[in-house]
């Protein structure tokens, strides 16, 4: 297994891998693959990208990415996405991912990572047993502009 920093020529797999996990308890989510390369191509050319995908036998096997931004005079990094292959999970694949992408950021002087997902989600309590705490403080508040 090795792990590397993502390229623009690994969209295609990543969104076909994001369409098998997302579309997949627990999270249900109707994606295609049209739009997941959508999403994860313009998370790719924003400003501040950095991602990290896991390799075995040229398989891609998860994922972490995200953006630096500034923050109150410093650099943090929002964790946008973050996924493993349903049957690698549970085997420190996801742990190492984000160990990855920590020792990167604190090499760049980010001072913090954050992210946004349910509550009462497995990757919630995966996040939480990587060092990540739920800051209670802060809500997540979104209107449907569609309807």
Not at 46 to 58: I, R, T, V
Not at 123 to 146: M, Q, R, T, V, W
Request: net charge neutral.
């Amino acid at each position: 297994m090795t792990i590397r920093e993502i390229t623009k020529s690994d969209i295609k797999e990543l969104a076909a891998l994001y369409v098998s996990v997302f579309s997949s308890p627990p999270w249900n989510e109707p994606w295609a693959q049209k739009a997941a390369h959508e999403r994860l191509e313009w998370i790719y050319e924003s400003k501040g990208f950095l991602g990290f995908l896991a390799n075995e036998q040229e398989s891609i096997q998860g994922m972490v990415l995200g953006n630096i931004e500034p923050f109150l005079g410093e650099r943090a990094f929002y964790l946008r996405e973050m996924l493993v292959r349903p049957d690698k999970q549970g085997k420190g694949l996801g742990s190492k991912l984000l160990k990855q992408l920590h020792v990167h950021l604190r090499e760049m002087f980010v001072s913090r990572s954050y992210l946004i997902t349910k509550n009462e989600s497995p990757a919630a309590k995966f996040y939480l047993s990587n060092g990540y705490a739920l800051e209670c403080a802060d809500g997540f508040y979104e209107i449907p502009l569609n309807s």
